[in-house]
C-alpha cells in the first residue's frame, strides 16, 4: 500500500527566514511525486511534479527536491502570501488516471 | 477557460436525505476524479473516470454513486445521507501526458450532514 508522511504538521516562520518540508514516501514503481498548495476553502493548486531520484523543480521562492524515499519542498525567503497548506501526493502504477495518493500536509505561516 | 468548476458550492443536507455534486471541466480531460478531504485524513479518492460512460471504485466508495454520461461532467451521487459524510469534496481531472497525468483541482463543495 502506498504511503505518504509528511513533517511537520504546522511550521511558522518569520519573512525571510528559510526553511525545508519534508514528504516521505513509500511505493511500488512510482511514476511522480507531486506538490500541490491549498489556500483556505480553495482546492489545491498544483505546483510541481518530480520523476525521479535527484530531479529538482523550481518556482519563485519554492523549490522541490526529490530522493528514492523523501521530498524536500525549500521555502527561500517566504514572504507572508506563501503561508498555505502544502500538499504531497504520489501516483504509482503502470496505468494512465491512476489514483494519487496524499499525505496530510504542512501547514505554513509566514508571518511579517 | 474556467478549469474545474463544482456546483453547489455549499449544503447543508438531513440524514436520508440525497443529493448530486456535479462537477464539469473545459479542459478537455480525459480522466476526472471525486475526492473527499476531512480533517487528518487527507485527501481520499471516492471515485474516478478514465472516459465518457466509465467509472471505477477509489479508496472510500461506500454510500456513493458516479455517472460519466458525458466528457466534460462528473456527477456525484449521494443516495441515503449520513453525518459520516460530512467532508468537503473536490473534483479534479487530468490529462495523459506520457508519462504521468497532473490532476487539477475544482474549488470544492463543503457538505454538512445533520
Known amino acids: 500500500e502506498d504511503q505518504v508522511t509528511q513533517s511537520p504538521e504546522a511550521l511558522r516562520l518569520q519573512e525571510g527566514e528559510s526553511s525545508s518540508l519534508n514528504c516521505s514516501y513509500t511505493?511500488?514503481?512510482?511514476?511522480?511525486l507531486f506538490w500541490y498548495r491549498q489556500d483556505p476553502g480553495k482546492g489545491p493548486e498544483f505546483l510541481f511534479t518530480?520523476?525521479?531520484a535527484g530531479e529538482e523543480k523550481e518556482k519563485e521562492r519554492l523549490k522541490a527536491t526529490l530522493t528514492k524515499k523523501e521530498s524536500f519542498l525549500h521555502i527561500t525567503a517566504p514572504k507572508p502570501e506563501d503561508s498555505a497548506t502544502y500538499l504531497c501526493?504520489?501516483?504509482?502504477?503502470?496505468?494512465?488516471?491512476?489514483?494519487?495518493?496524499f499525505g496530510e500536509g504542512t501547514q505554513l505561516t509566514v508571518n511579517p | 477557460n474556467a478549469g474545474v468548476t463544482q456546483t453547489p458550492k455549499f449544503r447543508v443536507l438531513k440524514t436520508g436525505q440525497s443529493m448530486t455534486l456535479l462537477c464539469a471541466q473545459d479542459?478537455?480531460?480525459?480522466?476526472m476524479y471525486w475526492y473527499r478531504q476531512d480533517p487528518g485524513m487527507g485527501l481520499r479518492l471516492i471515485h474516478y473516470s478514465v472516459g465518457e460512460g466509465t467509472t471505477a471504485k477509489g479508496e472510500v466508495p461506500d454510500g456513493y454513486n458516479v455517472s460519466r454520461l458525458k466528457k466534460q461532467n462528473f456527477l456525484l451521487g449521494l443516495e441515503s445521507a449520513a453525518p459520516s459524510q460530512t467532508s468537503v469534496y473536490f473534483c479534479a481531472s487530468s490529462y495523459w501526458a506520457g508519462n504521468t497525468d497532473t490532476q487539477y483541482f475544482g474549488p470544492g463543495t463543503r457538505l454538512t450532514v445533520l
Open positions: 501526493a504520489v501516483q504509482a502504477g503502470e496505468t494512465s488516471g491512476s489514483r494519487l495518493t
Open positions: 518530480l520523476y525521479s
Open positions: 511505493v511500488s514503481g512510482l511514476r511522480g
Open positions: 479542459m478537455n480531460h480525459e480522466y
